[in-house]
């Protein structure tokens, strides 16, 4: 059999992705790559574009094996068919940390690492000045693949977290999650239920009345308008229930803000964390000021954090009164 020269084979597939519309074609030919073969970090590693392969002589001579590269067909005709590459190496790296990905269960963003980063930093920052190890109890609605409740729990050692969500495929994933990661079952909860459903007298906001520090999420919060304009790889394949926030991207934001009254302890640090769309900052601020959203329910929305493109992505409430 002729030789195989692997510099042509990536650059052909990746010029296959490339005519097939493949958004990040170079990335997502680089990372199946790197997955399925090892050696190929020294070529690939720090490249952006196939401008930046170093010595490509020698990268033409290095020999595949026969099940390397039909691992690699395997993966790049997936890829072509549009389906996210965290869903065909089945993992992903969050917050320093290799967690399992599985579709339809929302692929973890790096927005929201740094939202956890901001959370981190804020909750040892309050337990150094107040010089407390008291528990520290969380509730993450929308747990997903489980990423930010595994880092809270992982990164804040007293910390007790409740984990909810709708979809039964994001219980059991996020539940595999915390035990790759070592977290004691006794340091957690998980709970199928639709927020939709819940209010004062519901049975889950009696069970957990008062009882947490802080209530963290990054729910769907994109319009039902924007949905049609995402990349294919996002709306034929991930969960369209973990992107739509209705109308105004608000549906579960205000459920949950609704809620958190009756939820967080009864103390001016109890906070509540958002990510949510680039319009949401000013949406909610307008609304304060007329007085219909969020007074009513005793919370302020006290500060806005920017993600790295400077877009108002992360909002922090509080408690008006304890
Ligand atoms: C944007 S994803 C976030 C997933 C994960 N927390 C992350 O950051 O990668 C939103 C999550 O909220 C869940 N969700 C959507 N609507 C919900 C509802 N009404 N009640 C509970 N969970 C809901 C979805 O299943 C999805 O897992």
Known sequence: MAQLNTAKFLLNWFEKFEKKGICD?????KW???????????FLSNTDSPQDIRDWQKLSKLQLTIKERETLEQYFERRLNHEPVQYIIKEWDFYGRTFEMEPPVLICRP????MVDLIISSIKSQQQQQKTRDPFS??????GSGVIMTT?????????GVGIDYNPKCIQLTQRNLQRQGVP??????LQSD?????RDSKVCKRFANQFDLIVSNPPYVFTREMKGLDKSVVEWEDWRALDGGPHGLDVVECILGNSFWLLKNSTLSS???ETHADHAVMIQNLEKENKFLTKKKLILTRVYSDWSQIDRFLQFSLLQA
């Open 25 to 29: 074609a170079w990335a997502s030919m």
């Open 32 to 42: 199946l790559s790197l997955h399925a073969v090892p050696n190929l970090r020294n």
């Open 111 to 114: 927005e929201t690492e740094q």
């Open 138 to 143: 969380f509730l993450e609605v929308g747990v």
């Open 152 to 160: 809270l729990a992982c990164e804040i050692p007293n910390a007790f």
């Open 185 to 190: 079952s006794q340091r957690y909860e998980l």
């Open 195 to 199: 927020i939709l459903e819940w209010g």
């Open 272 to 274: 509540v964390w958002l």
